[in-house]
């Protein structure tokens, strides 16, 4: 097993990882769009907090890409530099 980082008690992640062991090729990929799903949605609340809710759908795209790509690429790509528009 995995050392544990979490404050999940031995037992009950010992279930978890045997549902996921049960779980089928499809099933897991399933689960791991839906959890990069809530992590995007996060980093959008985030995004939107710091920067406010008025930012257009182009400038939330932006910033979140920025927070995967790097600044290289951004720049080339999007003509978005990170660090004088931000994360």
Known sequence: MFP???????????????????????????RAFD??????????????????PNLTEREERLRLAALRIDRETMIKVFDWDPEVEGY
């Not at 959890?35 to 406010?52: K, M, N």
């Open 35 to 52: 959890l990069s799903l809530a992590v995007q949605q996060l980093a959008l609340s985030r995004i939107r907090a710091q920067y406010g």
């Open 4 to 30: 544990s980082l979490s404050d999940t008690p031995p037992e009950i992640e010992e279930i978890l990882l045997e549902g996921y062991r049960r779980m089928t090729p499809g099933e897991r990929l399933l």
